[in-house]
């Protein structure tokens, strides 16, 4: 009896943590950044604008949940924006999608351009459930192409505006901005 209780507690152990999911794609409820735990404050599905074609979640990771998008963004605490996909992106769609996001970009944009043309150069083709995932901690902006690091950017300001793409005043779509913020989509 006690050699079953132990293989039970093994394995009672070793299951994963609650999840969230969102269009099939689950997330933990939580993750380690560093030393630092880290809470999903949100998912949120993007969508493309033609018969809104799912493209991947989002799911963002702060230190505690917050529904003050101005706040997330102001704070220097650590963040990450984890990307899982529903379906196959070219490297020259997500590039585009960068673009545009310059394109909309209303302040400072000039300063934060080298920025995204050292995103764009570590961008290759995403297959579904495939992920991207991108790490901020204080002016640092780590990228993760499905686990592997590609590199950082250091510029001041380009972490919040960074994940200004999708808590910003233009996200992509806003169901993805309100799931992000914890809101029911």
Sequence with gaps: MTRMLGLFLSVAVALPASAA?????????????????????????RLATIFSVKVYVAGLYIKEKNKDPKAILASKGPKVMWLKFNRDVSKDQLNDAWNDRIEACKKDCDKFKPGIETIKGWMR?????????????????????????????????????????WLGDDPPNSSLKKGLLGNKI
């Design 125 to 165: 083709d995403i297959k579904e459930k495939e992920e991207l995932r991108f790490e901020a901690d204080g002016t640092k902006l780590t990228t993760l192409v499905n686990g592997e690091k590609k590199g950082e950017v250091d510029i001041e300001g380009f972490a919040s505006f960074f994940f200004g793409i």
């Design 21 to 45: 999911s969102l269009n099939g794609l689950e997330f933990p409820d939580s993750l380690t950044y560093k030393t630092q735990k880290l809470v999903l404050n949100g998912l949120g599905p």
